[in-house]
């Protein structure tokens, strides 16, 4: 429900069907309350030598607590499972969760949804949420046909933040699932969503092209990381075989729905490929690094470039899933540095956690001098979703 007062702002979600010729989309529209929260520079003057600030010591650790939109009455629970990720588009800031579900306690009725979507009310405190209408990631035609045929169930998953890719566009890879019941075997593919905001009508369009999708059976480019630099995306993967190598395929912002423009790293050759790799066995050479470190169950970890560090940095969860550690290098794709920096132990074991640069003006203004942590944990029988602020000395 808005709050009185507040104008509504319609959030329109498209899926493409199978068939990219038909092109029939299904869509759906809530209302969004018209919050702002100020956004980090996404364009900054990329300088790579030398880096600064590496020793990565801290200044001070803000707890701002749960992700949850506390406007709900006390009886109502509502839990998301995998990491919370964020996207700020045209200063609007968008939490984007995967399987999500809502329990009232008093009655015990459990509602669940594929995907939620809630805004950031105020960027003084991000724990603070504003609950949209869920599902914001929808089904194609195929997988509600299977969904409702055989009673599967339908179930997303992003691992890492959006990037965004334009003033008014950002894009994000989500894992999509069918299982549970049914003759066929569980569908699973990880799938390119792209947001786009239109500041007039006031929309946000959220559209899975069919021409994006991995299966089991590839790299799932985008799905481990993103990050962009001066127009061209690169996508990280992480390798299915050993589990700790990292790949990278990157594509132009402009034409990143387009496959055919996408290349693939090699690092033993130090050069770009049209073609695309399969991981049908380990290909470490050709990796930019491992991370024998990398916890089992990773969501996926954050790279980005911190002016404050002057240096691209590569943040993830170790495997002891309470350590918060730390690579830098001078470029997206290496050298990366051998050792990595412990930045922030968290109090309880975690399933995943990401790290973005503080996307508010508050201060400090130098990007990268403040991060955004958050985190997913299962605790006593239930999932929690938190965030902190670091600010680095």
């Known amino acids: 429900m808005l709050q009185p007062g507040l104008l509504a702002v319609v959030v329109f979600v498209y899926a493409a069907t199978v068939s990219a010729a038909t092109a029939a989309a299904a869509y759906t529209a809530f209302p969004v309350p018209p919050i702002k929260t100020p956004h980090y520079d996404t364009d900054p003057a990329y300088e790579v030598s030398p880096g600064i600030n590496l020793d990565f010591a801290v200044d001070y650790v803000n707890d701002w ?23 700020s588009i045209q200063s609007r800031g968008f939490w984007l969760f995967g399987s999500t579900f809502v329990q009232e306690l008093d009655s015990g009725n ?25 599902p914001p990631i929808p089904a194609t035609p195929y997988e509600s046909e299977v969904d409702q045929t055989y009673f599967m169930n339908f179930s997303t998953l ?19 699932r069918l299982d549970d019941c049914g003759p066929p075997t569980p569908f699973t593919r990880t799938s390119l969503v792209v947001y786009e905001f239109d500041a007039e009508g006031n929309t946000l369009t959220v559209t899975r092209p069919v021409t994006i999708s991995f299966t089991p059976e ?42 055919s423009t996408w290349s693939y790293w090699d690092q033993s050759l130090g050069s770009w490929s049209p073609t695309e790799p399969l991981p049908t066995a380990r290909r470490q050479s050709a990796a930019i690094l491992s991370l024998p470190n990398l916890a089992y169950y990773n969501g996926g970890v954050s ?78 029988f239930i999932y929690v979703t938190r965030a902190w602020k670091l600010k680095f000395a």
């Open 303 to 380: 790279v980005f470039y911190s002016a404050y560090h002057n240096s691209y940095l590569m943040f993830f969860l170790a495997r002891d899933h309470v350590s918060l550690r730390v690579k830098y290098s001078p470029t997206p794709l290496g050298p990366w540095s051998i050792n990595d920096t412990l930045v922030f132990t968290f109090p309880t074991y975690l399933q995943s956690a990401l790290v973005t640069p503080v996307p508010f003006q508050t201060g400090p203004r130098i990007a990268g001098q403040a991060i955004l942590i958050t985190s997913a944990a299962f605790e006593s």
């Open 218 to 259: 590839e790299y799932h480019y985008g799905s481990f990381a993103t990050t962009v630099v001066k127009g061209l995306v690169y996508l990280y993967a992480l390798d299915p075989v050993s589990n700790q190598d990292v790949h990278v395929a990157s594509a132009p912002s402009a034409t990143i729905e387009d496959k």
């Open 110 to 134: 459990l509602n669940s949804f594929s995907s939620s979507i809630s805004m950031a009310k105020t960027f003084a405190h991000p724990g603070w949420l504003v609950d949209l209408q869920p």
């Open 158 to 176: 992003p691992h890492t933040h959006c990037a965004v890719i334009g003033s008014n566009k950002a894009v994000q890879l989500w894992d999509t």
């Open 65 to 87: 607590g749960n992700l949850t939109d506390w406007s709900k009455s006390s009886t109502i629970l509502t839990q998301h499972y995998g990491p919370p990720t964020f996207c």
